[in-house]
């Protein structure tokens, strides 16, 4: 019987996990923190499918540009194009909608150099860095959080 117990508390903690679960950014291109050639889009490479309902791109304090057209409909590739990029420090503001109906956010940076390679696909996942779920941020991830 406690065997019993055990495997049914194993599979309940499973499924619980699996609730808590939301999609999270895993990586961009241009990558977080990369120094790349002018983009002529930036990618979101989400862990699943998500509506992009805001996406904008800020050069230092300069004021942020928004970025359209974005899909109509939820992707987990998403890919917009950004305006001709000059040389200098760059944010991209992301905003989108789960499946599960949460809210997810968050921002990433890239340095445009003309004397630098062109933007290639990160080869280490980001992961999430949620509100409620402080320390788990890796080293060279994006920042995203989650509003319930």
């Known amino acids: 019987m406690k065997l019993h117990n055990f495997t049914i508390g194993l599979l309940l903690t499973g499924i619980a996990a699996t609730a808590q679960a939301h999609t999270h950014l895993e990586s961009s291109l241009p990558a977080d923190k990369s120094k790349v050639k002018a983009p002529a889009n930036v990618e979101l490479h989400f862990s699943e499918a998500a509506r992009v309902t805001a996406m904008s791109l800020q050069k230092g304090t300069e004021a942020a540009v928004v970025l359209k057209p974005l899909p109509a409909k939820a992707m987990q590739h998403v890919s917009v194009p950004v305006p001709a990029l000059s040389a200098g420090?760059?944010?991209?503001?992301?905003?989108?909608?789960?499946?599960?109906?949460?809210?997810?956010?968050?921002?990433?940076?890239?340095?445009?150099?003309?004397?630098?390679?062109?933007?290639?696909?990160?080869?280490?996942?980001?992961?999430?860095?949620?509100?409620?779920?402080?320390?788990?941020?890796?080293a060279g991830a994006t920042t995203d959080a989650h509003k319930h």
């Open 89 to 138: 420090d760059y944010i991209v503001n992301w905003r989108v909608v789960g499946d599960d109906g949460h809210v997810m956010s968050g921002k990433f940076g890239f340095t445009v150099d003309p004397s630098a390679p062109e933007a290639k696909p990160a080869t280490e996942h980001a992961h999430m860095n949620h509100d409620d779920h402080a320390g788990e941020k890796k």
